[in-house]
């Protein structure tokens, strides 16, 4: 069982920053890739960015050049630092994580991030 808990969601105001923090815990073995994804009100999940136990990372284009995302392996956790925040960034983002065992998809309760005009 792989329990991600999300913490550094707010209010922000647009062009404003936010980091976003995700920790896993629990009993598996390996986290492997880990990521990011936001849901905006009545609009489908959508991957914002994921990386790799390896380092590689991979961005949705609408958010390249302004988010950026890593990871500690030695603490489980992954981070989203998040820049010139728009009001479309605003939605509820969820941590995302896979396993070597259990292999998930493992995912966070999600944390709302809000961003003002």
């Known amino acids: 069982q792989v329990q991600l808990v999300e913490s550094g969601g707010g209010l922000v105001q647009a062009g404003g920053s936010l980091t976003l923090s995700c920790a896993a815990s629990g009993s598996f073995i390996g986290i492997n890739t880990m990521g990011w994804y936001r849901q905006a009100p009545e609009k489908q999940r959508e991957k914002v960015a994921t990386?790799?136990?390896?380092?590689?990372?991979n961005y949705a284009d609408s958010v390249k050049g302004r988010f950026t995302i890593s990871r500690d392996n030695a603490k489980n956790m992954v981070y989203l630092q998040m820049t010139s925040l728009k009001r479309d960034d605003t939605a509820v983002y969820y941590c995302?994580?896979?396993?070597?065992?259990?292999?998930?998809?493992?995912w966070g309760q999600g944390t709302q991030v809000t961003v003002s005009s």
């Open positions: 995302n994580a896979a396993a070597t065992w259990p292999s998930g998809p493992h």
């Open positions: 990386i790799t136990r390896g380092g590689n990372i």
